[in-house]
């Protein structure tokens, strides 16, 4: 066969080549480094939520489950959402199960925007949002979130609205800069959406990893928001099962409906032994929750002790599971740089914060790192990194 003129992949994909994640691990694995760069836990979730996984496999729960998602679990969604963050859903037809949140954003942009539509969104941003943008045919319009405290400007966000505006796709708590949007740049998008008729996508994977006694506050439950706006999330960091890929849409059911329609025809259908066990994990009690907040906070506060003496500036974030650091403190200025040489130097895997930027000058100089690791873990990272003060000395 002739080979064609140009590569294989469609222009619509132009530019999205391998995600900096696989990159990175990669680089991990080839090199023995320490891996602070993909965001997954380095130790499994609750025993009783993985007994679950295999009582539904030997249980017989094998096969293609419901479209929309095992009734068990869609329930246990909609107390979920009630428990936290006082939403009131119907299980049938405002909560539909997905292959991790990757897939509802996916699903939710296909579903809702016409090519040429414009998606105002926030950088850095999280990669799948660009990617998925471009598969809908949309275009982005991006706000920057600008370092050290990643606040949120009026007029940027004023700026970024058009008549194409469709939609606002928001992630908090956020990734990468582990920032969490207070209720008023909540109300200040929420007004947007509402005087402009616009509808909002949210991604709140991270809704329990809020830090300092903070709230996470749904979009969702902004006056006007309710009834214009899909809420996404996943089972994934919550429970430290991100290989599961269990997530779900929530929002008014002509909103979901829609979702659904494309979900349908990209997996049909998701695992359906993980969504029983699942279903078990979001009536785990409050403490559980709890507990895990606190943990993941501890190991925040960790890592941020190691970078510190390291001699880097850290940007301590109020949720997620990620840190980032200047490195301009350590007289380096180019983070992907950085990143490439990290291993040889430090033994110390991390992700360059630019690659989520539109505005690459503004994230240049910052490097993300994932706490999300055992304490052993974070403290040789640590140590290792320290060679970077002592080299510097
Ligand atoms: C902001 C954000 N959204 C979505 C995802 C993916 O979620 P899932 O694994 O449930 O698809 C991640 C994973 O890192 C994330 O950081």
């Not at 095992?70 to 199960?97: C, K, N, S, T, Y």
């Not at 969490?180 to 996508?201: K, N």
């Not at 009834?227 to 290989?243: D, H, P, Y």
């Not at 500036?313 to 490439?340: K, Q, S």
């Amino acid at each position: 066969m002739a080979a064609p003129a140009r590569g294989h992949l469609t222009g619509r994909l132009a530019g999205f080549g391998t995600t900096i994640f696989a990159e990175m691990s990669a680089l991990a694995a080839r090199t023995g480094a320490i891996n602070l760069g993909q965001g997954f836990p380095d130790s499994d979730g609750p025993a009783e939520v993985i007994e679950a996984a295999v009582e539904a496999m030997r249980g017989g729960h094998n096969q293609y489950p419901p479209g929309p998602g095992i009734p068990a679990l869609r329930a246990a969604i909609a107390a979920h959402q009630r428990r936290f963050h006082g939403i009131e859903l119907d299980p049938d037809g405002e909560v539909l199960v997905t292959t991790g949140a990757t897939e509802a954003i996916a699903a939710a942009l296909l579903a809702l925007c016409e090519a040429g539509d414009e998606v105002v969104t926030f950088e850095p941003y999280y990669d799948s949002y660009a990617a998925c943008i471009a598969l809908a045919g949309a275009r982005r319009r991006v706000v920057t979130l600008r370092p050290p405290d990643y606040g949120l400007d009026p007029d940027a966000l004023a700026a970024a609205f058009s008549p194409r505006t469709r939609l606002v796709l928001l992630n908090s708590p956020h990734n990468p800069t582990g920032k969490v949007f207070d209720r008023a740049e909540l109300e200040l998008v929420a007004r947007h959406c509402r005087e402009r008729d616009v509808l909002a996508v949210t991604d709140e994977v991270y809704e329990h990893l809020v830090f300092d006694g903070r709230e996470h506050v749904p979009l969702a439950t902004l006056p006007g928001m309710g009834e214009r706006t899909v809420t996404i999330s996943s089972a994934g960091k919550t429970f430290s099962l991100t290989g599961w890929k269990i997530g779900w849409a929530c929002g008014p059911r002509e909103l979901v409906a829609a979702v659904q329609t494309a979900k349908q025809f990209l997996t049909f259908v998701s695992g359906a032994p993980f969504q029983h066990a699942i279903a078990h994990a979001l009536a785990l009690p409050d403490a559980y929750f709890q507990s895990f907040r606190a943990g993941l906070q501890a190991k925040r506060d960790r890592l941020c002790a190691g970078l510190e003496a390291a001699g880097l500036e850290v940007l301590r974030p109020a949720g997620t599971y990620f840190v980032n650091a200047d490195i301009r403190a350590i007289g380096e200025h180019d983070g992907h740089a950085f990143c490439l040489a990290l291993p040889q130097r430090a033994g110390v895997v991390a992700v360059p914060t630019v690659v989520f930027y539109d505005a690459e000058d503004v994230g240049r100089p910052l490097v993300r790192f994932a706490f999300c690791k055992r304490d052993d873990v974070i403290d040789e990272a640590a140590a290792r990194l320290a060679r970077l003060a002592s080299a510097g000395a």
